[in-house]
């Protein structure tokens, strides 16, 4: 796997355990990175301090950025979910839950 390490998955260097998951979570952490205005942590507790953060910079996007950051990617929610929430804060249009 080639890329930066702090955008990385914690199942990333395992060849096996590659998924969709891994770029789920990639994207919550440039949500993240978004949402606080600054460069994503490298560690899973100093990217915990910077989610707290996020809860105050702007509150709807914490569910949002932990479901798709959580350790264990059988938890991590489809892209898809993470758009219609995404497209939900922003007003945009909601897609149907049947879509």
């Given at each position: 796997t080639v890329g930066n390490a702090a955008y990385a998955s914690p199942e990333a260097?395992?060849?096996d355990q590659q998924s969709p998951a891994m770029d789920v979570y990639s994207y919550s952490v440039l949500l993240l990175?978004?949402?606080i205005a600054r460069l994503p942590a490298t560690?899973?507790?100093e990217r915990d301090r910077q989610?707290?953060?996020a809860s105050t910079a702007w509150p709807a996007m914490?569910?949002?950025?932990e479901d798709g950051i959580a350790v264990?990617?059988?938890a991590r929610p489809a892209i898809s979910i993470i758009m219609?929430?995404?497209k939900n804060i922003c007003g945009?249009?909601?897609?149907p839950d049947d879509y």
């Open positions: 260097r395992d060849p990175e978004m949402t560690t899973l507790s989610v707290q953060t914490k569910s949002i950025i264990d990617p059988r219609n929430k995404l945009i249009f909601k897609i």
